[in-house]
Every structure is written in C-alpha cells, then in structure tokens.
C-alpha cells in the first residue's frame, strides 16, 4: 500500500468519525427534546415513544461500535499495521479498504467467517 493510499483512509475515517459524532449530537438533542416532551405532555403514545426510544438506542450503540472500529482503524495506521488482515495476515485489497476503510479481515477470510456462522445455524 503507497503512503498517499494510507493518507486518503485516514482522512476518510477522520471524515467518518466527525459524520457520525455529529449524529450521535443531533441524536442526543432529539432524546432530551423526546424527554422533554414526555415530562410537558403526559398524552404522548406510549407505543409511538418506547419505538423512539428503541430506535435513538439502536443507532447509538451501532454508531458507538462502528466509532470505535474508526478509531482502531486510526491507531493501527499509526501503529503501521493498517490493511492487514487479522486472520491470514494478507494485505486487505485496496478497493475492500475503500468501501470499508474499518475492515480487520479480507474478503476470503470474512467469506469464511460467514460460512462458517451459517454452518452453526
């Protein structure tokens, strides 16, 4: 992998993680505003509010997991192991990387994985 490569997914990750801390601010307003609107108005749907509350609950631990994956990401550019591949040790193709600057497997090895997840089923 060249230097300008690894230099576009670490600003590509920076990119990511600054979307995603965004959200996650948008998300915690309209939590306090959901809060908020619960103590005002005792009227409001239960139903309509716990599916709120599920929803704000979900994308902010699947936002917190993919956050840290970020941030793994970025130590391990650092640290000079980027784009390796956690099982086989082969360098993770670029075009992988590209669509998912994260990724700690190649794509055989996530093929496998997920045969084998299948296979347990």
């Known amino acids: 992998m060249t230097r300008e490569f690894i230099d576009e997914m670490k600003e590509a990750l920076k990119a990511e993680k600054n979307a995603i801390l965004d959200k996650l601010a948008r998300q915690d307003s309209d939590f306090k505003d959901l809060v908020s609107a619960k103590t005002i108005n005792d009227s409001i749907d239960s139903v309509t509010e716990e599916l709120a509350f599920s929803k704000i609950q979900f994308t902010a631990v699947h936002d ?11 130590s391990r550019i650092h640290n000079k192991q980027y784009g390796y591949c956690f099982q086989c040790g082969k360098e993770i193709p670029e075009n992988r990387l590209r669509a998912i600057p994260y990724a700690v497997v190649c794509v055989e090895c996530k093929n496998n994985q997920e045969k084998e997840t299948f296979r347990r089923r």
């Open 64 to 74: 917190y997991n993919k956050l840290q994956a970020i941030n793994n990401a970025i």
